[in-house]
């Protein structure tokens, strides 16, 4: 419920929010300790939030209270299970949230309910953590995984498609759906050498795989995580230990796709076999390929797009849900090369 209070003085006149039912624990939740999650909500929207209870003004511009408003109300739900909200999920509500998307219109009741459902279709559940899919392009890519055998996910980094693609691959191993989990990437050098790093080959490639390691530890613990890599449930490896491999009942993920050849790229996808699922992420911007070497990635892009069977989620800076500077800084760099593209004078 929402009220708008008249303003005789010119001031911007608040927006007045009431979040129900009125829930004492629930509000203090909400608010967090010392305020602190409403101060920085304030911040990140250029606002002020003036509260007594659950009754809500929210003071400036009538976009951004209307985007603090269905923000507030949907941390609100989030707090009816007893949990806590912490900064870290208040700023990535704030990031997934999409300013254009809290700015629309609001919901009636059944649609309210659409969305709660949607919400409860698409939560992943792991043996240590429940993810929940935030945003748009989030929910349609978990979906798009759900029901697809292969699935594209492409986009800046720190938009979450690794981690949501883990979490759909270990969903699916506790589910029994597929009998292992194959996690791969290529094994190319971003301005370093391989050759000068201490180890064998699998030790001089297990940094590149570090960031799915942690993925799995958080969503099964170390222990388990350590059992199933012994048990071959869980297979991490370079892209080049595929060739000639047929894949059947898998779960399997190509992370840091853009750093693939097109033969490469061509390779893995016809390892898929009867039963499997598999994922591909990358960011086309920071290929480490050598200088004038295609990408596998954009040329799957642009060969596979009308292949039936097969999604692409196309994710943007919008999606990022790292530190709120991540965002501005891939948004630079965007327009720097656009810029210089145009510049460029052609051949």
Same mark, same amino acid.
């Given at each position: 419920?929402?009220?708008?209070?008249? %303003?005789?003085?010119?001031?911007? #006149?608040?927006?007045?929010?009431?979040?129900?039912? *009125?829930?004492?624990?629930?509000?203090?939740?909400?608010?967090?300790?010392?305020?602190?999650?409403?101060?920085?909500?304030?911040?990140?929207?250029?606002? +002020?939030?003036? *509260?007594?209870?659950?009754?809500?003004?929210?003071?400036?511009?009538?976009?951004?209270?209307?985007?603090?408003?269905?923000?507030?109300?949907?941390?609100?739900?989030?707090?009816?299970?007893?949990? *806590?909200?912490?900064?870290?999920?208040?700023?990535?509500?704030?990031q997934q949230s999409q300013l254009e998307e809290l700015q629309a219109t609001p919901?009636?009741?059944?649609?309210? #309910?659409? *969305?709660?459902?949607?919400?409860?279709?698409?939560?992943?559940?792991?043996?240590?953590?429940? =993810?929940?899919?935030?945003?748009?392009?989030?929910?349609? /890519?978990?979906?798009?995984?759900?029901?697809?055998? =292969?699935?594209? $996910?492409? !986009?800046?980094?720190?938009?979450? &498609?690794? /981690?949501?693609?883990?979490?759909?691959? =270990? +969903? %699916?191993?506790?589910?029994?759906?597929?009998?292992?989990i194959l996690l791969v990437r290529p094994a190319v050098e971003a301005g370093e050498?391989?050759?000068?790093?201490?180890?064998?080959?699998?030790?001089?490639?297990?940094? /590149?795989?570090?960031?799915?390691?942690?993925?799995?530890?958080?969503?099964?613990?170390?222990?388990?995580?350590?059992?199933? @890599? +012994?048990?071959?449930? @869980?297979?991490?490896?370079?892209?080049?230990?595929?060739? $000639?491999?047929?894949?059947?009942?898998?779960?399997?993920?190509?992370?840091?796709?853009?750093?693939?050849?097109? +033969?490469?790229?061509?390779?893995?996808?016809?390892? @898929?076999?009867? !039963?499997?699922?598999?994922?591909?992420?990358?960011?086309?911007?920071?290929?480490?390929?050598?200088?004038?070497?295609?990408?596998?990635?954009?040329?799957?892009?642009?060969?596979?797009?009308?292949?039936?069977?097969?999604?692409?989620?196309?994710?943007?800076? &919008?999606?990022?849900?790292?530190?709120?500077?991540?965002?501005?800084?891939?948004? #630079?760099?965007?327009?720097?090369?656009?810029?210089?593209?145009?510049?460029?004078?052609?051949?």
């Open positions: 419920m929402d009220t708008t209070a008249p %303003s005789p003085t010119g001031t911007p #006149a608040a927006h007045r929010v009431i979040l129900e039912p *009125n829930d004492t624990r629930r509000l203090a939740v909400l608010c967090g300790q010392f305020d602190e999650h409403l101060h920085q909500i304030e911040r990140r929207l250029n606002i +002020e939030i003036r *509260n007594r209870g659950n009754q809500f003004a929210l003071l400036g511009e009538p976009d951004s209270t209307r985007a603090a408003e269905l923000l507030l109300q949907s941390l609100y739900r989030e707090t009816h299970d007893g949990g *806590n909200l912490t900064p870290d999920q208040i700023h990535l509500a704030l919901a009636d009741d059944a649609d309210t #309910a659409d *969305n709660q459902q949607l919400d409860a279709i698409t939560l992943i559940r792991t043996k240590k953590c429940t =993810v929940k899919p935030r945003g748009r392009h989030q929910q349609q /890519y978990v979906r798009a995984i759900q029901r697809n055998d =292969v699935n594209f $996910g492409v !986009g800046p980094a720190g938009t979450g &498609k690794t /981690y949501l693609a883990v979490a759909c691959a =270990v +969903e %699916s191993l506790l589910k029994d759906e597929v009998e292992r050498k391989l050759g000068f790093l201490p180890g064998d080959l699998a030790q001089k490639v297990d940094p /590149y795989l570090r960031p799915l390691y942690d993925a799995l530890y958080e969503m099964l613990g170390f222990d388990t995580v350590g059992k199933l @890599i +012994e048990r071959h449930v @869980i297979e991490v490896a370079p892209l080049a230990y595929m060739r $000639g491999r047929t894949l059947n009942n898998s779960f399997i993920i190509l992370d840091e796709s853009q750093n693939t050849t097109r +033969e490469q790229m061509k390779m893995f996808l016809t390892r @898929i076999g009867f !039963g499997s699922t598999a994922v591909i992420t990358g960011d086309p911007s920071q290929t480490d390929l050598p200088r004038g070497q295609a990408s596998g990635l954009r040329h799957a892009v642009e060969v596979l797009d009308a292949v039936k069977g097969i999604s692409f989620t196309h994710f943007t800076t &919008k999606d990022v849900v790292r530190h709120p500077l991540v965002q501005r800084i891939v948004e #630079a760099y965007d327009t720097h090369e656009a810029d210089t593209d145009r510049a460029t004078p052609k051949a």
